[in-house]
C-alpha cells in the first residue's frame, strides 16, 4: 500500500509539474492576446458600466475596458495538497443556539468517513459552565487551528497545516507518538489503537469505494491506518465535488455553516448563503479556548434565543458511545 | 594497605557464583517474556495497553521519563565528584557510568516501545522536523549514550591492560579479550597525557549534554497547553527529580554490588556516610522545585488547574502522590540527617525507597494530566476515564527494568568495577604521604 501510495504520489506531482509548465505558457500566451484585444478597443466606447468592487464601493468603467473572464472551474484540483487550494480560507461557524444534539452530523460523519472504534471525530458535548448557566449542546470538531499546536509538536511533519486553513494527516507518514493528541487542547483527535475494522460500519459500500481511491490526507479514514491518528478533515473531499462538508449538509437545524473567510461568506445546510462577518458580529462568535492563542477557524454562536429545548436532546445523549456500530 | 597483586585480585572480575548465575537467569527469562508480551503488541497493535484516547500515554511514557532521569546519576558524579576531584569518589564513579550508559540505552529503547509504528522509525529521520522536542530527543539521546559510553570507556583503559596481564595464563582468551580492549596501553607518560585530557574533555561535555537532555524531557511536556505540564518550573523540576533518581539508585546498587562483589574494605562506611549526605543535598533541592510546582499554584490557580491539584492532594491520586511525596523525598531527609541514617543498611533502604518513588512519581506526571483535558471526557466508554496500566504494560515494563539491570550485571561481571590502576595509584600516594592508617 505505502509502495504504492508512493508512486501515485510521485506521479501526482510529476503531472503537478507538467500542468504548472502548461499553464504558465497558456498564461504567456493569454496576456498576449489580451493586450492585442485591448489594443484594438484603446479609443473607448464612451459607454460608462457601474461595478462594485470587493470592499462594496460603487466605481464607473468603460465598458469596452470590461472582458468577460471565464471561470477556471478545476483550480481547485490543481494544487499540492500539503500547500491547499490557493486563494482559499476555510471556516466553520456552529450556531449553539439551534443544536438539540440530534446527532445526525455524527452520523453521518461517522458514515461517510468509515469511522471505527469507539471515538467520534465530531462529539457533541453537554455543556454547562457553571450552576447558575443553563445547559447547552455543543459540536466539537477539528477547530482547524490557524497556530495548531499538533502541529507544532508532530516529528515528522505528518500533520501539518495548510494555506487554505486545513489541518490534515498524512497517515502514511504518521509514527504514532501521539504527541499531537497530548498537545491538542480540543481533546479531538483519536488513535487507531488496533487494526481499524472499518468494513463494520458498511461492508458493500466501502469495498466499492475504496477500491478506485488513492489514500489522501485529503480523504481521511481512507483507509484509516492501525497505529496512526485520525480526526476531523473539514471533507475537502466533498469541496471539490463543491459539496458542503457531510455534517453541515447531515444537520437538520442548519446548526453548521461552512464557507470562505476571503469570500466574506458562509452557507449552511439548507443552502442559505449569509455574510461571515455580519454574523459573527449580529451573534456574538467567539472562538473556543480563545484565551489559549490556537486561533481556531471553527467560530461559535452563543446559545441564546434557544430553538429547541434542552432536555430535548436528551433522549440521543448516550454517555458511552459516539460511533454507532451496525446492529 | 594492600599489596598490588591483593588489590588486583580483588577487584579484578570474578566468575559468577551461583547465585549470580540465577540472577542472570531470571532477568533473562524476565526479558523474554517481555520481547513475547511486545511481539504480541506490535501484532495486535496498541489495544492491548490500556491506553485509549484521553489516556494517551501511559507507563510507557513514565517509565522512558523514569530512565532518562535515572541516567542522570553519570552526569552528577561527573560534575560533582569527578571535576572537584574528590578523594573518596574513586570506588563510586565507574559504578555511576555503569548504571547511566544501561539507563540510557534503556530509555533509547522505551520510547520505541510506545512508538505504535517503530516500522516507520526511520521517518524520524528522513521527515526530520526541528521545532518538534521529540527531534530534539532524537539528537540528545544518541549523544548521551555516546558520550556516557566513552566515559566508561577511556577510564577503563590503564585496568584492561592490567586485567590482561592477570588472566595471561589462567584464561587466554579472556586475557587476549581485555588486551584488545586495553588498545596498546603501556602507561608511557603520552598515553597517560592524551587519556586524561580526553577524559576532561568529555567530563566536561557531559554536563550540558546531560542538563540538555533532562530539559528537553521536560519540554515534551511543557511544550503542550495541558493543565500540569505547562509549566515554566518543569526544566529545574525535572532536572532536581533526577539528580535524586539518579543519586537513589546509585546507592542501591551500591549496596548490593558490595555485597555481591564482597568488596567491604573498598567501599567503606564512610564512603556510604558521604552519599548519604549528596542524597539528602538532592532530597532538599528537589522539594524546594516540587513546592514551586505543587504548593505556590494553589494560591493563583484557575479553575482546571485546582481541579488537577485537588486530585492529586485528596482525590483519586492522593494516595500515591502524598506516598511519593513522604515516603519517597521527606522521611528520607528526616533519616538522612541522621549519622545514623546513613549506615549502609538504612541507606539501601532509603535509596530503594527514593528509587521507586522516583517511578511512581513520573506516573503521576504523566497520567493524572492526561486525564483532565479542557474538554469534559463524554462520549467514550466508561473505562476511557480512568488508566491502570494492562498486563503487556506491566510485562513490557518490568522487562525493560530487568534489561537495564542485565546490562548492568553483565558490565560489572567484566568490568573491574572498582578502577584498579587508580586504586594503585592512590595507594602508593597514601604510602608517599606516611599516613597508613586510611584504606
Ligand atoms: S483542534 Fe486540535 S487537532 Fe485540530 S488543529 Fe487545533 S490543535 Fe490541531
Ligand atoms: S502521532 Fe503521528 S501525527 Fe501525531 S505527532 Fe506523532 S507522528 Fe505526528
Not at chain 1, 449553539?96 to 458514515?111: D, H, R, V, Y
Not at chain 1, 442548519?254 to 461571515?276: K, P, R
Request: hydrophobic share 45%.
Amino acid at each position: 500500500m505505502e509502495e504504492k501510495n508512493k508512486n501515485s504520489r510521485r506521479k501526482f506531482l510529476d503531472k503537478g509539474l507538467k500542468l504548472g509548465i502548461v499553464s504558465a505558457i497558456g498564461g504567456l500566451g493569454l496576456s498576449k492576446i489580451t493586450s492585442k484585444l485591448n489594443a484594438t478597443n484603446t479609443d473607448g466606447s464612451g459607454d460608462k458600466m457601474e461595478l462594485m468592487t470587493t470592499d462594496g464601493t460603487l466605481i464607473q468603467v468603460d465598458s469596452s475596458e470590461v472582458i468577460e473572464i471565464e471561470h477556471p472551474t478545476d483550480h481547485d484540483k490543481k494544487y499540492n495538497v500539503r500547500e491547499g487550494m490557493p486563494n482559499r480560507k476555510f471556516v466553520m461557524v456552529v450556531d449553539l443556539a439551534k443544536c438539540t444534539n440530534e446527532l445526525k452530523c455524527q452520523e453521518s460523519c461517522n458514515k461517510n468517513h468509515y469511522i471505527t472504534g469507539d471515538n467520534a471525530w465530531l462529539k457533541v458535548y453537554k455543556m454547562q459552565e457553571s450552576e447558575k448557566e443553563a445547559p447547552y449542546w455543543m459540536p466539537t470538531l477539528c477547530q482547524h487551528c490557524d497556530k495548531p499546536a499538533c502541529v507544532t509538536v508532530c516529528p515528522v511533519d505528518a500533520t501539518f497545516k495548510r494555506k487554505d486553513g486545513l489541518v490534515l494527516i498524512d497517515a502514511e507518514r504518521c509514527i504514532g507518538c501521539r504527541f499531537c493528541m497530548a498537545a491538542c487542547p480540543y481533546s479531538v483527535r483519536v488513535f487507531n489503537w488496533s487494526e481499524p475494522a472499518q468494513g463494520e460500519m458498511s461492508e458493500i459500500t466501502m469495498h466499492a469505494d475504496m477500491a478506485q481511491h488513492t489514500p489522501s490526507p485529503e480523504y481521511a479514514g481512507m483507509p484509516s491506518i492501525k497505529g496512526t491518528v485520525d480526526k476531523c478533515d473539514f471533507c475537502p473531499h466533498q469541496i471539490h465535488k463543491k459539496e458542503l462538508p457531510h455534517c453541515v449538509a447531515a444537520c437538520p437545524n442548519d446548526v453548521f455553516y461552512f464557507g470562505d473567510m476571503y469570500e466574506d461568506a458562509v452557507t449552511n445546510g439548507s443552502g442559505q448563503t449569509v455574510v461571515l462577518s455580519k454574523l459573527l458580529e449580529e451573534r456574538a462568535g467567539y472562538k473556543l479556548l480563545e484565551g489559549l492563542g490556537t486561533a481556531p477557524s471553527v467560530f461559535y454562536l452563543p446559545p441564546v434565543d434557544r430553538l429547541g429545548d434542552f432536555e430535548e436532546g436528551l433522549e440521543n445523549y448516550n454517555e458511552f458511545q459516539s460511533v454507532k456500530k451496525p446492529e | 594497605m594492600y599489596t598490588h597483586k591483593k588489590i588486583i585480585s580483588d577487584l579484578a572480575p570474578k566468575k559468577f557464583g551461583k547465585r549470580d548465575s540465577i540472577w542472570t537467569a531470571s532477568l533473562i527469562v524476565i526479558v523474554i517474556v517481555g520481547i513475547i508480551a511486545y511481539i504480541d503488541q506490535l501484532i495486535k497493535g496498541q489495544e492491548v495497553t490500556n491506553m485509549r484516547d484521553y489516556a494517551l500515554w501511559g507507563i510507557y511514557i513514565s517509565n522512558f521519563v523514569f530512565f532518562v532521569a535515572t541516567s542522570f546519576v553519570g552526569t552528577v558524579t561527573v560534575a560533582i565528584l569527578r571535576l572537584t576531584n574528590n578523594s573518596w569518589r574513586t570506588p563510586l564513579v565507574r559504578i555511576a557510568e555503569i548504571i547511566s550508559v544501561a539507563a540510557i540505552i534503556m530509555a533509547g529503547i522505551t520510547i520505541m516501545i510506545d512508538m505504535a509504528r517503530p516500522d516507520r522509525l526511520l521517518n524520524l529521520f528522513i521527515h526530520a522536523r526541528l521545532q518538534s522536542p521529540i527531534t530534539w530527543d532524537v539528537v540528545i539521546i544518541p549523544t548521551y549514550i555516546v558520550i556516557s559510553l566513552l566515559l566508561l570507556y577511556f577510564p577503563l583503559i590503564p585496568d584492561f591492560a592490567i586485567l590482561k596481564g592477570h588472566f595471561k595464563k589462567k584464561k587466554p582468551k579472556l586475557g587476549k579479550f581485555y588486551g584488545k580492549l586495553a588498545l596498546n596501553w603501556t602507561g608511557s607518560k603520552a598515553q597517560k597525557l592524551l587519556q586524561e585530557k580526553s577524559i576532561q574533555i568529555l567530563a566536561i561535555m557531559i554536563i550540558p549534554v546531560g542538563l540538555l537532555l533532562q530539559t528537553i524531557d521536560a519540554w515534551l511536556f511543557s511544550t503542550t497547553y495541558r493543565i500540569g505540564w505547562d509549566s515554566t518550573n518543569f526544566a529545574p523540576y525535572f532536572i532536581s527529580g533526577a539528580f535524586v533518581a539518579g543519586v537513589g539508585s546509585l546507592i542501591t546498587l551500591i549496596f548490593i554490588i558490595r555485597k555481591a562483589k564482597k568488596l567491604e574494605n573498598y567501599i567503606t562506611n564512610h564512603h556510604f556516610d558521604k552519599l548519604g549526605k549528596l542524597l539528602v543535598l538532592a532530597c532538599l533541592i528537589y522539594l524546594y522545585f516540587s513546592i514551586n510546582e505543587y504548593v505556590i499554584p494553589l494560591f493563583t490557580a484557575k479553575k482546571g488547574e485546582l481541579t488537577h491539584l485537588e486530585t492529586l492532594y485528596s482525590g483519586t491520586y492522593s494516595i500515591l502522590f502524598w506516598a511519593v511525596t513522604l515516603l519517597g523525598l521527606v522521611l528520607p531527609i528526616i533519616i538522612l540527617l541522621f549519622k545514623a541514617g546513613r549506615k549502609p543498611l538504612p541507606m539501601f533502604i532509603i535509596g530503594l525507597t527514593v528509587v521507586v518513588g522516583a517511578w511512581w512519581k513520573r506516573y503521576l506526571i504523566v497520567t493524572p494530566t492526561l486525564l483532565h483535558p479542557f474538554l469534559p471526557i463524554q462520549g467514550v466508554p466508561e473505562s476511557w476515564h480512568h488508566y491502570f496500566p494492562s498486563l503487556h504494560e506491566w510485562l513490557i515494563t518490568i522487562a525493560t527494568l530487568a534489561m537495564a539491570f542485565l546490562i548492568i550485571t553483565i558490565l560489572v561481571r567484566y568490568l573491574p568495577v572498582i578502577p584498579i590502576q587508580r586504586t594503585i595509584d592512590e595507594q602508593a600516594l597514601l604510602k608517599t604521604n606516611n599516613n597508613p592508617t586510611e584504606s
